[in-house]
């Protein structure tokens, strides 16, 4: 909970599309930023990275890039940005702890809900900050990243008020061409963003439908109501008094998007796995250790397993 | 109501797998079955029909078939056999009328809920027959069927006990290789055989599963079992008393199925319309009008309908 040093050292662990653009951006305005990679290490290494924003393209040449292959070989680092994929969570110890000195902050900037609680587990609350990070952003190729519409990340302490090296982040991030802001209830902030994520990742994976699809269906609108309903409901339930104008407000927003493919049924179509249980799981199982009514979720829940447990309609058909 | 002549007239109205194959086997044991064709009518003109069964394989040469293209050509019959596929509904009134006489009884075969009334509102009800088949049939290519397993059928009367001209009908069939039961309540019938159609039906086709798939997988279970007490429970407000113990049974029977392809299922992967309304939306209709909480019936018509309204997901992705 100290301070972070004037020029803190970042650790990127999970240099999939997120980890590339929002370490990349820290790393384009002069941080200090090393890098944990696993299948694109070699390419990158010899091509640097290449990321293309609405907000301004940029291009990490090799010689500018702290890159390593094992956590073993990196220092420690003052703050861990977490951007693994939520189901390779359980390579959190192996891949974190070689890289924590004492007062390191580890901030994730996953999906879903129970990450930070994952984290706390195994490293203690107190290091532990979570991220909400809205953007829609793609891994093209090894090294190759697109990123196309929002970026805003909206950051916050694990439990505990705005700390002083929360600030510290806020402001080292807005100054590196990401929007950002900080959270006075992490929490709060995911059930909020799950208001959003469980209808349209949900049904978006299952049914393989953009979010128009979905929508601009009357019975996908009816639908994608009742599962924030229940999502809402069970935020109260579980304590946190989310505003009943945010089902709504959030409806308003996806009939304005267009033909969004959410990260789950872009997972989903590519044969990746979906994160299942940090997008749904998660919150149903919230909700039935509440004793709140979820039909709906309990459903979406049942549906995807049972689509993880086949390949992709587009492999399984052909 | 009057009884059947000794030598009825049969006109069989949808000539796919199920009217090819019970007017089939009618026309194989000397019946006087007249067919209405439509896509395959130039080709069964010219060879016929080729019917594999596992009750045994049988051929029914042109000069065998009373074949028409139009209904208006067809003489009047003294029982129609409905085999259309329900989502052409629509065209009962011009397909039916012409084949009628004052006592020409009207046995629908379709599936689902909902098809007598439709037919009693134009036909009026005293007409009115219904049969469910229990039966894996597939039409292959043009006059080609395919049958292979159960193929009982059950039938009754519509809103009425068993009549003289039920058990003429009935006796045909079992002496036509059908093997035929009557029931004393039609619409009783309709509901048990909705306790299997809704899960297996709805789910393979919203997932592209088969039954093992959805049976085998513990989320799956879970829902299957949910919905068919979503089915049980309408239908007991409905006035039908569907016993209990239908549940665990039809839990049981599909465990021991084998990987089985639903109509439906075979429907949407063939890119062709599934029969939502008769299977999944006039039961959900009847849960609402009598305000029965039906959740999950309600979400899978929902998935469907949004499903419906775009290709299959193998024509989407290919």
Redesign the interface.
Known sequence: MDALPDRPRFAVVGAGAVGCYYGGRLAQHGHDVHWLLRSDYDHVRQHGMEIHSKDGDFILKPSALNLYHRPQEMPKADVVLVTLKTTTNNRFQELITPLLHDQTAILTLQNGLGNEQQLADLFGPSRILGGLAFVCINRTAPGHIRHTDYGMIKIGEFGRPISQRLRQIDTMFNASKVECHMLDDLNMGRWEKLIWNVPFNG?GA????TTD??IN?P??L??AR?LMDEVIRTAHAAGFNLDATLLELNIRRTLTMGAYRSSMQIDR?SGRAIELDAIIGNPLRTAQKLGVST??LQ?????L???E??PA??Q???
């Open positions: 049904l299952a049914l393989a439908l699809k979905i269906h019975a996908g009816e639908l009742q179509e039909p709906r459903m979406l829940y049942a549906l397993s049972m689509q447990a086949t309609p587009h399984a058909v052909g």
